[in-house]
């Protein structure tokens, strides 16, 4: 019996040590695990507590705060942030404890503030190589599968100015197969993703010192991107833009409703250029309020590439297979121009469709030409169909443009005909055709107008009308006129040499414009005719 209990009593105190001794394992485990898991967020990151769960594999870190100085030439490049907690799962303590590096399924940022305030002068090697390594330890150190980032908030300022540069709010990102790119020190942040979504629910950028731009709910999925409710709105009213500048300048206003784009890809070249590409990108609801005030003195002359070649010259490349808008106004809006009030011209209900819109030269090799097909209502009544033709290859910035404009009542042509031509009409347009091809010096084409009961008006320059033009005018116009006010035809030439220090537009309404004062004032003379491309031609007073 005595032997019994003895036998007993071994077990018990074996059972009892076994026990002291798993707690003492797991209480030192705990320890260096405490000591160690922080050491993967670095030194910079701080926090209020830690939360450990070893059998779960599970931490939790409490109000982390990270603080990131740079300064080189006073050059300082700063960043700030902080979080709720950061929390990271399914991990192995004995991976960490055998090779110092931990592999996790998920880390994850709740409610993280992130405040950068960049350099007064560009960020030099020395501070994208302090941030770029300080990213590049932390993921190195923790390998991890999903990445997530929920409630966050973005801020983006310049040193020594309070105005904002960037701003995000309600960001959330979550991001699988994180792949952390050990070729460079020089990008900020070098990380890639196998899969990824991003959601921001506001967004605010500074757009150069002239405007803002403000969206709602962007959302990139993978390869698939769309933003709402965009709007770049000028800083300054009318009167202060024109003030603020010593030369004429265009201020535009631009909303649209929605921005979407499928199968986009981007991608940093060896000299960090930006390449991006879309296979489909839609427009919808936009809007676009241009104006322009003479008043300042023009300035000095200077070559204005057209389309093709403002193609060309952006600072990235890009393809876009397809480009639609959708839905859209357009308007245009000059002062002073003959006229003491602004000319002004819309296009409502505007549809396009782009083909093939990209400056990268391996894919201007396979296809040179870029497609623009536009259907719009000019001036809210005629239907107005345009196809515009761009050679991007062409070293000259070669097009061609035809189009028809539909039936409507002449006078509402002379918002933009008699400001900058200094002739008036009435009458009924049935229809208009045009086709002209151009370059970078000239346009060369045919309009054809039908019209009933045309009649003009011809003003000098102080607006005074000249009866003597107006009466031979329209002679000679009515002679063209069928009886019984049926259709009247008339052809006019297209001959315009372009102004070197005017733009792709510019150059197409006043190719249109020589030819409507062909049609209406017979006795006029196109003075191109007589003017040569092999000087530049410029205006400098319009």
């Known amino acids: 019996m005595p032997k019994a209990i003895s036998l007993s009593t071994k077990r018990i105190f074996l059972i009892l040590g076994v026990l002291v001794l798993l707690s003492g394992i797991a209480f030192l485990v705990e320890a260096i695990a405490k000591r160690e898991l922080p050491k993967l967020l670095g030194e910079q990151v701080t926090y209020e507590s830690v939360t450990l769960s070893i059998l779960n594999g599970e931490i939790t870190f409490t109000k982390p705060r990270v603080q990131v100085d740079s300064a080189e030439n006073q050059a300082n490049l700063n960043i700030r942030s902080e979080a709720r907690q950061i929390s990271i799962h399914g991990f192995s303590l004995w991976n960490l404890l055998l090779s110092q590096k931990i592999k996790v399924e998920k880390l994850s940022i709740d409610s993280l503030l992130l405040g950068i305030v960049l350099p007064t002068l560009q960020a030099s090697r020395t501070e994208k190589k302090e ?39 309600k960001v959330h990102l979550s ?31 500074k757009a150069g010192e002239d405007y803002t731009l403000s969206a709602e709910n962007l959302h990139i999925r993978d390869t698939s991107f769309s933003i709402e409710n965009i709007h770049l709105r000028p800083v300054d009213s009318r009167s202060t833009f024109v003030q603020k500048h010593p030369y004429e300048k265009v201020r535009v206003e631009l909303l649209a409703q929605k921005l979407s784009a499928e199968k986009l890809l981007w991608d940093f070249m060896e000299d960090r250029t930006l390449k991006v590409r879309a296979e489909s990108t839609l427009l919808e609801a936009l809007q676009i309020n241009v104006f322009k005030d003479k008043t300042p003195p023009a300035p000095p002359p200077e070559t204005k590439p057209l389309l093709a070649g403002l193609l060309r010259d952006l600072s990235f490349i890009f393809t876009l297979d397809t480009l639609r808008l959708k839905n859209s106004y357009i308007q245009y809006e000059q002062l002073p121009v003959v006229f003491p009030h602004a000319g002004k011209l819309f296009f409502d209900k505007v549809y396009m469709s782009g083909y093939h819109l990209t400056n990268d030269p391996e894919e201007i090799q396979k296809q040179a030409i870029t497609t623009l097909d536009i259907q719009s209502d000019f001036m809210g009544k005629g239907a ?19 189009g028809t404009l539909g039936a409507m009542p002449i006078t509402f042509i002379n918002q933009t005909l008699a400001p900058l031509t200094g002739v008036e009409a009435s009458g009924q347009l049935h229809g208009m055709t045009f086709d002209f091809r151009g370059d970078e010096y000239s346009a060369k084409g045919k309009m054809i107008m ?28 009515n002679s063209n006129n069928h009886p019984d006010d049926t259709m009247g035809y008339q052809e006019g030439e297209i001959y315009f040499v372009r102004y070197q220090n005017k733009g792709f537009f510019n150059m197409l309404w006043n190719s249109l414009r020589v030819a409507l004062m062909d049609v209406t004032m017979p006795f006029h003379t196109n003075p191109d005719y007589s003017t040569t491309t092999a000087a530049p031609k410029y205006l400098l007073d319009d």
């Open 131 to 169: 941030i770029n390594l300080f990213v590049r330890d932390l993921f190195n150190r923790i390998e991890v599968e999903h990445f997530e980032i929920s409630a966050g908030t973005l801020v983006v300022r310049k040193k020594g100015s309070f105005d904002t540069l960037l701003a995000m709010k």
């Open 175 to 205: 991001a699988f197969g994180i792949f952390v790119d050990t070729s460079t020190v020089h990008n900020i942040f070098p990380l890639d993703f196998d899969q990824s979504e991003t959601k921001v629910s506001q967004l605010y950028v």
């Open 384 to 402: 107005l169909k345009t196809t515009i033709l761009l050679d991007m290859g062409s070293d000259r910035q070669e097009f061609s443009v035809s």
């Open 450 to 477: 039908e019209y009933s009961d045309l009649k003009v008006k011809v003003y000098d320059q102080n607006r005074d009308k000249v009866w003597l033009k107006s009466i031979f005018g329209n002679m000679i116009l």
